[in-house]
């Protein structure tokens, strides 16, 4: 039997994001909500398909590796949504059929060839290098080796809300950058950016994909 306090919340979810697509002038059937499930078990993303989810995101390569294994029975689409180092690039492709945190170009050319996958390009909205993204001033140079890549099709720019800025600002930062991206590539028109605190600005300012975890899941356990 599914948790029925995983079902409210669920339900809660989706109707936040009808209130918050509504009140952007915008239908919610065009939103994508991606389940990030981070140290849950497979358990519960069966519970989540069971109540309609269909799109999960993990953001440790060892940790998705063994949950797309365990659940290659069930119609999932998963989203790679952490950093991802250059040399897990080839085998987070064999299951994820996005990954949203493009970010270098040794990553662009780990992915160049090989078996097709969807991306989008990471952005940093930040000044800090330690931070994932690429730097703004770097983005169309970067967007322009993905779209030479032959296996890369590009969806669009996927970014994360500063914790110091206020997200309604940040993701209009987004927006801006996603416009210069589809001067580029008129159909990488995605944007991946809101989690489970700021998903209704997020929505706002015109974002495709959102990424959320606790508000669904609840909090989520130290380890599997």
């Not at 998963?78 to 059929?97: C, I, N, P």
């Not at 996005?98 to 996958?117: K, Y």
């Not at 959102?210 to 599997?224: D, H, K």
């Amino acid at each position: 039997m599914v948790d029925e306090q995983l079902a409210a919340r669920l339900e809660q979810v989706r109707a936040d994001i009808a209130d918050a697509a509504r009140a952007a002038g915008r239908d919610a059937a065009e939103l994508t909500t991606i389940v990030v499930t981070k140290f849950h078990p497979a358990s519960l993303i069966r519970d989540l398909v069971a109540l309609g989810v269909r799109d999960f995101g993990e953001n440790r390569h060892q940790e998705a590796q063994a949950k797309a294994a365990e659940l290659h029975d069930l119609d999932l689409r998963w989203h790679f949504v952490g950093q991802l180092q250059t040399k897990k690039a080839r085998q987070v492709r064999r299951y994820a059929d996005v990954i949203h945190s493009i970010d270098r170009d040794a990553l662009v050319d780990a992915l160049a060839e090989g078996d097709r996958v969807q991306c989008f390009v990471q952005l940093n909205l930040t000044d800090d290098p330690a931070r994932g993204g690429v730097a703004d001033a770097e983005l169309e140079a970067l967007v322009e080796r993905v779209l030479a890549a032959p296996a890369i099709d590009l969806l669009g720019v996927m970014a994360v809300a500063p914790l110091d800025e206020d997200p309604r600002r940040a993701f209009a930062r987004v927006r801006a950058a996603s416009e210069r991206v589809r001067s580029l590539a008129p159909n990488a028109a995605a944007i991946s950016a809101g989690m489970s605190h700021d998903f209704a600005e997020a929505i706002a300012e015109g974002a495709t994909h959102l990424r959320i975890g606790s508000a669904i899941t609840g909090n989520r356990p130290e380890r599997l």
